[in-house]
Each structure stands twice: as structure tokens, then as C-alpha cells.
């Protein structure tokens, strides 16, 4: 009765179809909404004649890359128009899997509209703003990845933000006492693996609710390390534990020489490389090894994984213990890769906003670099606030990255997938 | 030569219950073997512990002759038994060739998954055995029938020679089952065994060419399907005659109570669940809506009871629109709901019985006086009812929990029957549940029939819908295909519609007429 499946199926994908037909007509609308936004609040705002100039150089001089000066009202106008066309192709055809992709386009355009709104008339530092994007979304994409070590695996980590803290005072104390950055680095790493493996004998061994193991980890991170810095470190005759030392800059050749392109990418601490290494790395490790299918069946469906013969609680243990050490090294950045020394709280929620840029990137890695580099963007923006003449204030500007999010999560543009199982203990019997 | 399987002596306590008790099995090379018994009887226990799931507390397992220590599934997989689970044990995001591999991976160096020649190893397979499986679907896209097949791929892949199936038709339409059974059979001309779980005494004698019934933990019997017949297995299988036809008279409908009219529901993705359905139940009939699981039933029956918004159409029940009401006050209407999931939805289980039974009166008279409730009217009134509902209970003060799933579903019945109503939709309402109890349930639905209540019945079991439904009415994908006479109907005629084939009437009357002609004979 093989006519019975195949009508099956056409049915079910029917009903697929108009469920896709929806989000496709939602997401067009949100284009042309990008489009119309410009057309009404960014162009009637600006003079015709009056020009936009954008510096090309992060240090802000113009010996390598010209300044870019154009027209502000025409280039509006070009990315409206641009915008409204992707959006009616959206809404009558659809851009079916490079969905995602355009999505991004459609961002970076709107957000190039506004600087350009923003700048008119004026200069900005464009080369000098995503420099630092790029930079402060190391940290977030790094917690981001934790994040999905975890998850993946089944156990949420809400606990990124205590590691990383408690890595960044590890690593101080040692890259100081040792007077080696290597040292250091290792040892905010082990911290974070034995973070890790503490939230996952919480979690997987005594079935503690994983939302309380991570908090209770983040307090007491916040407090250890707080007690013992302003008790020791930040003191006068112990300062000798607050100097490790910074990792240098790292001007890859030829590549850090291209103009504009450059200075933003191939000139930075070896942060930055790490960060692009990893997100290749875990993509690669997750979707096309055994680790990756194992680990993600043990998040998906742990029963499914045990009945194969897949040992799901060693599997959660090595996840998390993965996941601490990224977020160990993620901690490193903030004391060796960003100031050099250690200051209390000095992640400053940058683990949670990790968290966000994970389930903003759908739980997959360069999905997460993407959210990390917006969310890094607007980091940037709101700094660079006061140098741009816009009414807005600069607690604005670092708020729209998390409104978006929440409108993403509200579900606009489709729920994403997290894994099925997760922040359930499996039990065997 | 040794037997394929032998077990010796299987015992399994866990706390309170015997679940088996020195159960003796053995399975031939090439036979399928049906294990028969009751919901709760200890047949799937059983298996878990040949499976490695569980760890017996004494007996001993032989594969070919070989004693086997089993420890967890590998070791099982090893020696060649392989289970296919009642619940499929698949990752609905993964394709189908990565739940096939996952546990025992194609890999190239490095770890690096062989996703092609692992997909063309499952093409070989399906091949040889007509599974007719595409590797490259996801799990989450394909019909429950299929996704049964890659349960079976799972198995022929890692070379299983003895394969447990753990209830393999509760989801399938007759004819998928038929299906089923032709595969069962190209398996066994391959050379493999089958140990085939299951409670429904037609597969066992249509299939297995032996028979061992489990009863309460233990083996009452060993047979064949030409040795015995239905009656007898029916009797071995409870432990006393069993009436298996339900005694019901003609039924006399009245007016129409409840009515459905171009009825439309989404369900929790957004997905059109309810695609315009549109019926009517008079008083004093059954009307009983057929399908397979997650053809729209659960999304319907939330609707009409109010748990559900529906998106477009209208409800009405005595005459009053309850399309967009409240569930308290469909209720107070008169309507009463047996829902498709009685731990979740049906009973707070860790109240005790008594709280249970004014779980819809509670804030009425004599329950409650203005803000107070009343403990000693509530209390009697789940004495009176834990008596004439015969809720086996050593206390109506013990927590719902604590009672077994017949008995839970008792103390819905008593509650939703205990006040006067005139519209009763009841989901699955023996799902899960021993003969015992499902006797005393359909007997409880027919009276209150009789008594002129109209009454929508939802099942997925096909036998339930034939035994006490006046009215069939089929559903496939959301939509209402047909409503049937059951004197008209026929398990083929309506196992077609279940498949969304709408038979012609000439088909139809081939197909009745082959029903009358068995009748005679």
C-alpha cells in the first residue's frame, strides 16, 4: 500500500507549507517595516545635500584607507528601496534556506541606514566601531560556546558567567605569581573544567535543578572572588598577584595589511584568532564527527542514546567539563586579553549576554558568533554614543540589541530549536 | 541444535511488585514467538531485561546455548538481540540515516562521520526487506509507519538475528499492520526470530506460530494459534471467561445535544490541527470518532471542552453556542470530559481521592458554603462514590497517585457521572488499562447512553470504536472523511479511511458483504 505513504506525506508537508508560508509572509513584512522605518523617521530627517563621511581607519587617520564620503539622503533612499525589494520578493517567493542569511543582510543594512542618519552632516570612525564589534564579541561568543557544549548535551549552563569570573581571578593570581601568561591561561582553564564538573555532579549525579546549580555556582563565584580581591589582591602589599601581564597584539602578515579589512580582522591579541578557530572547530566537531552526533543525541533523546549502547551520563560529564573550559577561557579575556589586572565582577553579565547570543544563534556555533558580533556592535555604538549627533541616549542604543533579542525569542521570526532534553536528569530506571 | 533464546528462571522484583516471576521462554530459530499478556503483566519488563535495561534478580539468559551476562544494551546488541520500542526510540531532529548509525558509526579518519556509505548501507537493507525508506528524511517529516520501519532498519543494521517487538501495532492502521506482517514474515525467511509483545488476540493468531501467555509475572501457558482460539487465549490471558463482545441493545437517538459546525483548531506549532470538521450527536447515541494518533483528536476534543481556543467555526451544546465559553462553564452546561491523558489532565495526583471527586464541584453546594468548603459533605460523597464505582482503595483518603491506572480512571468516571449531564466526550478512555477494568468502563459508557446522554467517544483503538460507537465517524489529517452507520461499517472499510483512502461504494459493499458472508459462516 505504498500510495498510502506517499499520500501521507504529501499531506503532512501541506500542512509544513502553510506553516512556512506564515513565518515567510511574517519575516517579508519585518523587511518592508526595516524599509519604511528609514523612509519615515532616518530620510525626512536629513537635508538634501548634506553628506555623510565615515573614516575608514580605526586609529583615525587617513594614511592607508580614504575617508568614504557620500550623499546621506541618496543612500538612504538606496537602502530603503533595497530593503522593500528583498521584502516583497520575501513575501511572494521567499528566499526559502538563504532565509537567514538575508535576515543578516536586511540587519547590517538597516544598522548601516542609521549610521548613516546618525552621521550626517558629521564624521564617524566606521573602521574604529566594528574593530571593537569584533572585539567585544569575543567574550560573548566564547560564552555563547559553552553554553553549547552544555546544551547540546542536555545540561543548562547558566553558569558561564560564574566560570568565567572565577577563570579570570585564577589566571590573574597565576600568570602573576608565575610571571607567565601561559601558566595563567591554563589555569583559568582547569578552573573553569572544575566549575564544569561541579555543576555537572550537581546536575547529573544528585539531579540538582539546573537553573539552581548554575545560580548557586554564579553567587558563589561572585562573592569568592570578590571577598579575596578586595581582601588581597586589590591591596597595596599583595598588588604583586594583580599584574599578569597582557597577551600582545598579534599583526597577521600580509593579511592585516589590507586596507580597512585589515585593522579590523588580522590585527588583534590572539583572542580574537582563538574565537574564529573555535566557532570552525565545534561547527566542524558537532555536525559532521561521531562526538558531535553522540553529544547531540545525548541532548536530543538520552533514552534513544542509552538503548544504542551510548553511556549518556559520561557523555553530560564530558560536555560539561568542556563547556567550563571554554568558559575558562573565555574568563582569561577579561584579565589577560582586555585589562591586565583583575577587578571585582569584572565580567559584568557578559556570560548571560553569552547565553543570549547562543539561543539567538539557534544553539550553533556561527550562529552565535553572528549574535556575539551584534550584540558586540551595539556594545560599541553605545561607547561611541556621545561622539554621534542623535537625540538618543547611549543606554538606548546598548538596550536595542536585547529588544531585538526578545522579539526574536518572542517568536517573530520562528522559534529556534533548543535540544529536547535539556535541564532534564536522565535516570535510567 | 540449541534454541536461539532461552530463559531460565527470570525473576524481577521492584519495590511492592513481583513483575516477573521465574519466567521460563524459548525461542526457536526462524518462528515468531508472541508473548501475550495484560497491560502491567510483566511482558515488557521482561524484555528490558533481556534488553540490558534492567537487571534481573535471578535467572539466567542463553543465546544459542551460550550463557549471557547482560549488562546494558551493548552487551545485548552483541549477541544479536535488538528491540524495537513501544515509544520509538528515534531523535526527531536527526535524519534517518543518523538515527540508524548513532551508537555503531560509519566513520572516516579522524572520527569523521560516512553519512554516504552509511545511507547506502540502509538503502541495501530496505532493499532486501521492501522497507521502502528514504535515508535522507528526517525523522520529525515522516508517518509514523515509516518511522517504525527505520525502528527495524536500526535493528538489521547492527545484524540483530533475534529482534523484540514491544507492541509494534498500537500505532499503525490495519493496514500498515498488514504491512507490518509482511515484513515480519521476509525477516523470518531471512533467518531471523522474532519475539512479538502484545495484548490484542487477533495479531497472535494471525501471525505467531507460538504462543506463551503471561499472567500477573508469571507463565500460565504455551500454545500455537492452531491449537486454540480466541476464547481460550482471551481466558488464559485474564484468568476467567472473558465476554470480548460488549452487550449493548439498539440504540434510540433523540434530538441533537452537541454539535460541531465547520470546526477549525491550530495546534501548539500552529499547524492547522482541525480542518473544518463538522457532526452532530443526538442524545442517546454514541458517536466514535476513529483515526490514528495525531490526526487532529486531541486538538478536537480540547476544543469542544474549552481547553483549546478554536480559530474559526462554532460549537454548540444544548442549543447554547460554547464555542469561545469557559471550561467551567461548558461544564455547567452539562457537559462532562474523560481526557485522553488521566495523570496529567484528568486527576491532581497528589490530592487524595476524595478532592479528586469534587475536582468540577467543589465550589457548588453541598462542597462548599459561600468561601468555605465542606470536609464532610466531600468526604462522604467519596465514600458513596469510592463504593458503587468499585474504586479498589484501601482508604478514599489516599492520594490518586497511589492508585493503578484502572482504578485512577474509576474515580474520572465516578466524577464526571456523579452529576447529571447530558453531553459526554470520552478520550481513549480504556487506554493503557486490564480487561477488568476495560469491561466495567464500557459497561458505564452503554448505560449512560441508555440513559440518553449523547456521548463522543475518541479512540485510536480500532475495536473500541467498532464495539460500542452507533455512529463512526473517521478522521485522517484534521479533516472529518466520513461519517459511517456502524451496521454499514466494517474494521476494513474503516481501517481504509483511517489511511485517508475513501473507498468507493462499490468497495464498500464488496467489503460488507465479505463481513456478512463471515457472520454466516
Known amino acids: ?429 | 541444535m540449541a534454541p536461539v533464546l532461552e530463559l531460565r528462571g527470570i525473576t524481577k522484583r521492584f519495590p511492592g511488585v513481583l513483575a516477573n516471576d521465574h519466567i521460563d521462554l524459548t525461542v526457536e530459530k526462524g518462528e515468531i514467538h508472541a508473548l501475550l499478556g495484560e497491560n502491567g503483566a510483566g511482558k515488557t519488563t521482561l524484555m528490558n531485561i533481556l534488553y540490558g535495561l534492567y537487571h534481573p534478580d535471578e535467572g539466567e539468559i542463553f543465546v544459542n546455548g551460550q550463557k549471557l551476562d547482560v549488562h546494558s544494551p551493548i552487551d545485548a546488541i552483541k549477541s544479536g538481540v535488538g528491540m524495537v520500542h513501544q515509544h520509538f526510540m528515534l531523535v526527531p531532529v536527526f535524519t534517518v540515516t543518523e538515527n540508524v548509525m548513532l551508537g555503531e558509526e560509519y566513520v572516516k579518519a579522524g572520527g569523521v562521520l560516512d553519512r554516504t556509505k552509511a545511507a547506502n548501507k540502509i538503502r541495501e537493507i530496505s532493499n532486501i526487506y521492501k522497507l521502502d525508506i528514504n535515508p535522507d528524511a528526517y525523522i520529525s517529516d515522516i508517518p509514523v509507519g515509516m518511522q517504525q520501519r527505520v525502528e527495524i532498519i536500526k535493528l538489521l543494521f547492527r545484524e540483530a538475528n533475534i529482534l523484540i517487538m514491544d507492541e509494534p501495532t498500537a500505532v499503525l492502521t490495519p493496514q500498515e499492520v498488514e504491512e507490518l506482517f509482511k515484513i515480519m514474515h521476509t525477516m523470518i525467511e531471512q533467518g531471523k526470530s522474532i519475539i512479538f509483545i502484545t495484548h490484542k488476540l487477533g495479531e497472535v493468531m494471525d501471525i505467531a506460530d507460538r504462543i506463551t501467555v503471561i499472567r500477573g509475572g508469571k507463565v500460565v501457558g504455551s500454545t500455537t494459534p492452531a491449537e486454540s482460539d480466541l476464547n481460550d487465549l482471551a481466558s488464559m490471558m485474564v484468568g476467567r471467561d472473558v465476554n470480548l463482545e460488549v452487550e449493548k441493545s439498539e440504540s434510540v437517538p433523540g434530538e441533537v445535544v452537541f454539535e460541531v459546525e465547520n470546526l477549525k483548531v491550530l495546534d501548539s506549532v500552529g499547524a492547522l490541527a482541525v480542518n473544518d470538521m463538522s457532526f452532530k450527536v443526538h442524545a442517546g447515541e454514541v458517536l466514535g470518532i476513529a483515526g490514528v494518533q495525531g490526526n487532529g483528536q486531541t486538538e478536537l476534543v480540547r476544543a469542544i471542552t474549552g481547553l483549546l481556543q478554536a480559530v474559526d467555526g462554532d460549537v454548540r451544546l444544548c442549543g447554547h453556542n460554547i464555542t469561545h465559553l469557559s471550561p467551567r462553564k461548558i461544564t455547567e452546561i452539562g457537559s462532562a470530559h474523560i481526557p485522553e491523558d488521566r495523570q496529567k489532565d484528568g486527576l491532581v495526583l497528589g490530592f487524595p481521592i476524595t478532592d479528586n471527586l469534587v475536582l468540577n464541584t467543589y465550589y457548588l453546594e453541598p462542597n462548599s458554603k459561600s468561601i468555605w468548603m465542606d470536609q464532610k459533605s466531600i468526604n462522604e460523597n467519596g465514600k458513596k462514590l469510592v463504593e458503587s464505582f468499585d474504586i479498589r482503595t484501601p482508604s478514599p483518603f489516599v492520594p490518586a497517585r497511589n492508585l493503578s491506572g484502572g482504578n485512577q480512571q474509576k474515580v474520572i468516571v465516578a466524577r464526571e457521572f456523579s452529576r447529571p449531564i447530558k453531553f459526554l466526550v470520552a478520550s481513549q478512555p480504556t487506554r493503557g488499562l486490564d480487561v477488568g477494568s476495560i469491561e466495567f468502563i464500557h459497561k458505564r459508557l452503554i448505560e449512560k447512553r441508555d440513559d440518553g446522554c449523547a456521548i463522543l467517544l475518541v479512540s485510536t483503538e480500532l475495536d473500541e470504536i467498532m464495539q460500542l460507537s452507533d455512529r463512526i465517524a473517521v478522521v485522517y489529517r484534521g479533516k472529518l472523511l466520513d461519517i459511517l452507520d456502524a451496521k454499514n461499517a466494517t474494521k476494513e472499510i474503516v481501517g481504509l479511511l483511517m489511511a485517508g483512502i475513501i473507498p468507493s461504494e462499490e468497495e464498500k459493499q464488496k467489503l460488507l458483504a465479505k463481513k456478512k458472508q463471515i457472520l454466516i459462516t
Open chain 1, 1 to 429: 500500500m505504498t500510495t498510502t505513504t506517499d499520500a501521507q506525506i504529501g499531506q503532512k508537508s501541506q500542512g509544513i507549507l502553510k506553516l512556512e508560508r506564515r513565518r515567510r509572509i511574517t519575516m517579508g513584512i519585518l523587511f518592508l517595516a526595516a524599509a519604511v522605518f528609514i523612509w519615515l523617521v532616518f530620510a525626512t530627517d536629513v537635508e538634501p545635500g548634506v553628506e555623510t563621511r565615515f573614516m575608514m581607519n580605526p586609529g583615525g587617520g587617513s594614511a592607508e584607507a580614504a575617508d568614504w564620503v557620500f550623499p546621506s539622503l541618496l543612500y538612504l533612499n538606496m537602502i530603503a528601496g533595497i530593503l522593500s525589494l528583498l521584502g516583497a520578493f520575501q513575501i511572494i517567493r521567499g528566499f526559502g534556506k538563504y532565509t537567514y542569511g538575508v535576515l543578516a543582510l536586511v540587519a547590517i543594512l538597516f544598522i548601516f541606514g542609521f549610521l548613516t542618519w546618525a552621521t550626517a552632516g558629521g564624521q564617524t570612525n566606521l573602521a574604529g566601531l566594528l574593530r571593537v564589534m569584533v572585539v567585544r564579541a569575543v567574550p560573548l561568543t566564547l560564552g555563547a560556546m559553552s553554553g553549547i557544549l552544555c546544551e547540546r548535551g542536555g545540561i543548562i549552563n547558566i553558569a558561564i558567567e560564574g566560570m568565567m569570573l572565577t577563570s579570570a581571578f585564577i589566571s590573574t593570581v597565576f600568570a602573576s605569581l608565575f610571571n607567565s601568561l601561559i601558566v595563567g591561561l591554563l589555569a583559568g582553564i582547569i578552573a573553569g573544567g572544575l566549575m564544569g564538573l561541579i555543576h555537572g555532579w550537581l546536575s547529573i549525579k544528585y539531579k540538582v535543578n539546573q537553573i539552581i546549580s548554575g545560580t548557586v555556582i554564579n553567587i558563589f563565584a561572585t562573592g569568592i572572588t570578590s571577598y579575596l580581591s578586595s581582601r588581597y589582591i586589590q591591596k597595596v602589599e599583595f598588588q604583586y598577584l594583580n599584574e599578569p601581564g597582557m597577551f600582545p597584539q598579534i599583526n597577521v602578515p600580509v593579511l592585516s595589511k589590507i586596507p580597512f579589512i585589515g585593522p579590523i580582522l588580522f590585527s588583534h591579541n590572539m583572542y580574537v584568532f582563538a574565537m574564529f578557530f573555535f566557532v570552525i572547530l565545534l561547527t566542524f566537531m558537532l555536525f559532521k564527527t561521531r562526538w558531535g552526533l553522540r553529544l547531540r543525541s545525548v541532548g536530543e533523546h538520552p533514552k534513544a542514546a542509552d538503548t544504542l549502547g551510548i553511556n549518556v551520563h559520561r557523555t553530560q560529564y564530558m560536555a560539561v567539563i568542556l563547556g567550563g573550559m571554554m568558559a575558562g577561557f573565555g574568563g582569561t579575556y577579561f584579565s589577560l586579553g582586555s585589562s591586565g589586572r583583575f577587578d571585582e565582577v569584572m565580567t559584568a553579565g557578559r556570560g548571560f549576554i553569552g547565553l543570549a547570543a547562543m539561543i539567538f544563534g539557534n544553539w550553533h556555533p556561527v550562529g552565535s558568533m553572528g549574535a556575539g558580533l551584534l550584540f558586540g556592535f551595539f556594545d560599541s555604538l553605545s561607547a561611541k554614543a556621545s561622539l554621534l549627533q542623535v537625540p538618543i541616549p547611549s543606554e538606548f542604543i546598548g538596550m536595542a540589541p536585547y529588544l531585538a533579542t526578545i522579539i526574536v525569542l518572542a517568536g517573530v521570526i520562528g522559534r529556534g530549536h533548543a535540544p529536547a532534553a535539556e535541564g532534564e536528569p536522565y535516570e535510567k530506571e
